[in-house]
């Protein structure tokens, strides 16, 4: 379950609304402990990860940063590479974020 939220501001081109919302799910999923909620709980889970999404966009958007944008494919690269030397598999994940199936 989401052991990695990725960073999404300061990016060219920007974060998509598909990773923000993304991003705001794995949150969700952290604080509740559940990747899946129950009927009971569904509602509720699903009112966080919206109420979640539109905090992060506006968050994103308003941010101001002085260093120049991050290259998503660079970053990728890095993650890696960094993987690698931590002697982890690496697998190939797109970089929107999508599982292959």
Do not use: H, Y
């Amino acid at each position: 379950m989401c052991r990695n939220i990725k960073v999404l501001a300061n990016f060219e081109p920007p974060a998509t609304p598909d990773e923000i919302r993304a991003s705001a799910l794995q949150f969700v999923r952290k604080l509740s402990g559940t990747t899946k909620p129950s009927k009971a709980n569904e509602a509720a889970f699903n009112q966080a990860v919206d109420d979640v999404t539109v905090i992060a966009r506006q968050l994103i958007a308003s941010l101001v940063s002085a260093a120049p944008p991050r290259n998503r494919e660079v970053e990728a690269r890095k993650g890696r590479e960094r993987a690698i030397k931590r002697g982890r598999p690496v697998a190939r994940v797109p970089l929107d974020g999508t599982r292959p199936a």
